[in-house]
């Protein structure tokens, strides 16, 4: 037996007589049995590029063909990311309110302009709606048809044998005394063992593999569109709050108790779950040696929670930077921390008008944190005239023993040397006008400055010491600090979809890109001379060595059931009847066992 591969016949060449039947292949061999061939993709078919007909109908034809084309979805996905590129360098409105009206302040030449390309909420806007729609639009237009085309194949029989299976880029055959109907049950039986779609035919098998390939394609496709979906659901039934809470305080999830509520079309404020906790302590750990000396190690609100409006059944829990408290549908995340001195304001009469915490705002990364004390019912001044004070200043946690040249900074982010540097006003607030103020900050064009002499007054205060303030306003002692924790309590019901779906895409396109499709061929007839003549075929979608090794690994297997047989001595045999099969063998002496496929270049 000679285990020889023939070349190519030339496209114009005829085909043997007595060649068994299936398509006939007329010209390149890789262009062999091309219906077949196509069916290794589930991709739409390609329209002729015929005239789009004309009228109102044919232009919606055209527009709906393009539309779901993958270039244009492509093209609408690369748009996407940039029309969210806006978003993420100019402030949004709703959770950066604040830094939008600072941003507006600070260019007012642009903003106009900003305002009319709605760059002030640019994922709500309607350039970058019409694009997410589009986009939707488009992957719905291309998974519909591609499902119902896999389907299809995968409900039909895996393609005949081609006529001419020389001309497949990997080939083997031999010679066996086996008979040709136990050789194609053979082969079907092994490739049904190891996985394949088989088909049994007129004389041959044809086996099909690697489906997951086009799942994983289809899988990516359907990801993508779960994840358009699950972000489409966030942003128009979402709602985020945030509440800055002390020590020893409580939160409850109301209108009244929130700081700022950022809602959406589908949530406000009374679609609020109903629960609350206490904020029991806060725990915050810092690097004390070393290059990253003050670096943070630990931020861990401890709280107690209750669901519903039973707020006696309480429980503990812990709260951390990224391992937030998931109540119903909501999760509370801690996102910042910080220090509220704790003062006693007395008048003139000795009579307490203030006392408790003040949260400042850090501005550093070593807590340097300025605030603003304001003391709304302070009654009347020496004279008789209604008044009031604030206290404008810095709280210190680690204090250095001189700031005279870089200013009140300082040194260290917990509190192992506390300092409250304040400065004094009177006058008034201006909390009576109506006008919305930022608690954080001192409305001052109503108060005037209190000084001794030329001099501005000051007082550089540790936790015990008091200032007695110039003019007969009084005094303020520093008792001491609590710390306090922020909290932005998040309802977003569309992002398990989304992630879902991310995970659901690389799971895809990891199947799309690594599982090969890939078909097998065996076919066993009767040569001229008595004998069986076996062949065997490969076909891979891409270029792979898999498919040859899958072959020679089924050829080797095939030999307990079809034997190779010895060549009969005498060198050349009339084969003339097979020539596009196997041709006669070249040398007599050729080994009588199959070699690997060959694979054509």
């Known amino acids: ?46 329209e002729t590029d015929t005239q789009v007909g004309m009228g109102v109908l044919g232009w919606v034809r055209w527009f709906w063909r393009q539309l779901t084309s993958m270039r244009v979805a492509l093209l609408l996905l690369f748009l996407l990311s940039l029309a969210a590129i806006p978003g993420s360098l100019v402030p949004q409105e709703g959770p950066d309110t604040m830094k939008v009206v600072a941003w507006k302040e600070a260019h007012k030449g642009v903003t106009p302009l900003f305002e ?36 299809g194949v995968l409900r039909s029989q895996p393609p005949a044998a081609p006529r001419n ?18 050789v194609n049950a053979a082969a079907y039986r092994l490739l049904k063992k190891r996985g394949f779609r088989t088909a049994a035919g007129k004389g041959s098998v044809a086996a099909e593999k690697g ?43 109301t209108t009244t108790q929130i700081d700022d509520f950022y809602g959406s079309h589908y949530y406000g404020v009374n679609d609020l779950d109903a629960f609350g906790f206490k904020l029991d302590g806060f725990t915050a750990r810092y690097q004390e040696s070393g290059p990253q000396i003050g670096t943070a190690r630990q931020f861990t609100a401890n709280v107690r929670y209750w ?19 998931e109540i119903g549908g909501s999760k509370v995340y801690l996102i910042g921390h910080g220090y509220a001195p704790v003062v006693t304001v007395k008048n003139a009469k000795n009579e307490i008008v ?3 915490p003040t949260p400042f705002l850090p501005r550093d990364a070593n807590m340097t944190s300025p605030g603003v004390i304001k003391v709304n019912d302070y009654g009347t001044d020496a004279n008789g005239n209604k008044t009031q004070l604030a206290f404008q200043g810095f709280f210190l946690p680690t204090a250095p023993e001189n700031f005279e040249k870089t200013g009140p900074v300082s040194m260290f982010p917990a509190a192992a040397d506390p300092m409250l540097v304040l400065t004094a006003y009177a006058g008034d607030l201006r909390t009576d006008s109506g006008l919305p103020q930022n608690v954080y900050q001192l409305d001052d064009k109503a108060m005037t400055q209190l000084k001794v002499g030329d001099d501005i007054a000051r007082a550089r205060l540790k936790v015990g010491q008091g200032w007695e303030l110039p003019n007969g306003y009084g005094t303020i002692t520093f008792d001491g600090y609590q710390q306090w924790a922020t909290f932005t309590i998040s309802h977003h019901p569309g992002n398990s979809v989304a992630l879902v779906g991310a995970v659901a895409a690389i799971l895809g396109l990891i199947g799309s890109l690594f599982v090969q499709r890939r078909r097998i061929w065996v076919r066993a007839t009767t040569a001229p001379d008595g004998r069986t003549l076996v062949e065997v075929a490969g076909l891979g979608r891409s270029e792979s060595a898999r498919t040859a090794e899958e072959l020679a690994e089924l050829a080797v297997e095939l030999q307990d059931d079809a034997p190779a047989a010895e060549e009969p001595s005498g060198g050349d045999t009339d084969d003339s009847d097979t020539d596009d099969a ?4 070249a040398d007599s002496s050729a080994a009588a066992t199959p070699t690997a496929p060959e694979t054509k270049e």
């Open 354 to 356: 203030y006392r408790g």
């Open 211 to 253: 489906y997951l390939r086009e799942v994983g394609n289809l899988l990516f496709h359907f990801s993508l569109f779960a994840l358009l979906v699950g972000v489409a659901w966030a942003g128009v039934a979402s709602g985020t709050a945030s509440k800055l809470v002390l020590e020893g305080q409580g939160y409850s999830n």
């Open 116 to 151: 009319r390309l709605e760059l002030f909420h640019v994922y709500s806007s309607s350039w970058f709606s019409a694009i997410y729609i589009l986009l939707f639009v488009s992957l719905a237009g291309c998974i519909l048809p591609r499902t119902w085309q896999f389907v």
């Open 165 to 182: 299976l020389t001309r497949m880029p990997v080939y083997a055959a031999w010679h066996s005394a086996a008979d040709p109907e136990a």
């Open 307 to 325: 669901v519903g409006d039973d707020s006696t059944k309480l429980k503990k829990s812990t709260i951390e930077v990224n391992h937030p408290l």
């Open 582 to 585: 196997v041709p006669a063998a």
């Open 1 to 46: 037996m000679s285990d020889t591969k023939t070349s190519p016949q030339p496209a114009d060449a005829p085909d043997s007589p007595d060649a068994p039947d299936g398509p006939d292949p007329k010209a390149n061999p890789f262009l062999v049995d091309t219906a077949a061939a196509e069916r290794l993709s589930t991709a739409p078919e390609e």
